[in-house]
């Protein structure tokens, strides 16, 4: 076989089948080498994945972060990471969302807990919860400290979401999140979850929203198939 004639243009890969020497045609940009599903010769193609980055939201001194149209039956796990700072102290809370607007009935449930630590102790019994409330706190004690000036490193953390449209069991998250207090600039970690318990209906989205001032940071939404 002659190399030359068979690979004819610039990014031909040469391979061997049953008969000889063969030409593979250079793929397209984004795609990756694997081998056909007779297993027997190489392919360009799309390699999936299970875990997916579906939105990220890069927030400037906003109110609210929200993500609305990304659930689909494709994912039944939906992560969203996040981190950002608030202009003033303030809570960093969480609604659903329904036909792209906020749940904002009282009908959430949720807990938090965990330990604070600052310059002489640490407290590992910093836990609330609410029944019958407008949203769900991941972080119960002590605001998020306002700014981030030296010394000053707001919040981190991230939440899981379960089958959001689901129609047969209540919405719920559970997360982590860590953050600078502004009691003493004490630290804090807590975990924490909640549910919107008014009916079992198909959520379209999620909100992120301090209650007073604004916040600024970058949130990423992923999807994840069962």
């Not at 009935?105 to 407290?123: C, D, F, L, M």
């Not at 899981?160 to 209540?170: Q, S, V």
Request: net charge negative.
């Amino acid at each position: 076989t002659d190399v030359g004639t068979t690979i004819t243009t610039q990014g031909d890969i040469l391979y061997r089948d049953g008969s000889g020497l063969q030409r593979l045609a250079k793929g397209t940009a984004g795609q990756a080498l694997k081998m056909n599903t007779a297993a027997n010769a190489p392919e360009w193609g799309t390699i999936s994945s299970d875990f997916v980055k579906l939105s990220t939201v890069t927030a400037s001194a906003v109110a609210s972060v929200s993500f609305d149209g990304f659930f689909t039956s494709d994912y039944d796990w939906y992560q969203v990471m996040y981190n950002g700072y608030p202009s003033s102290d303030t809570q960093l809370e969480i609604r659903f969302r329904r036909s792209d607007a906020d749940v904002t009935a009282a009908n959430y449930e949720w807990v938090a807990g965990g330990v604070e630590g600052h310059s002489g102790q640490v407290n590992i019994d910093q836990c609330d919860r609410a029944f019958s409330n407008d949203k769900m706190r991941p972080a119960s004690f002590n605001n998020l400290e306002g700014g981030n000036s030296n010394g000053e490193w707001g919040f981190n953390g991230h939440c899981w979401i379960y089958r959001p449209l689901a129609t047969d069991i209540n919405p719920s998250l559970s997360g982590q999140i860590s953050y600078k207090s502004s009691n003493s600039s004490s630290v804090h970690s807590y975990i924490h979850t909640g549910a919107l318990v008014d009916n079992q209906t198909a959520l379209s989205g999620v909100t992120f929203f301090t209650p007073s001032g604004t916040q600024t940071g970058k949130y990423t939404l992923y999807g994840l198939k069962s």
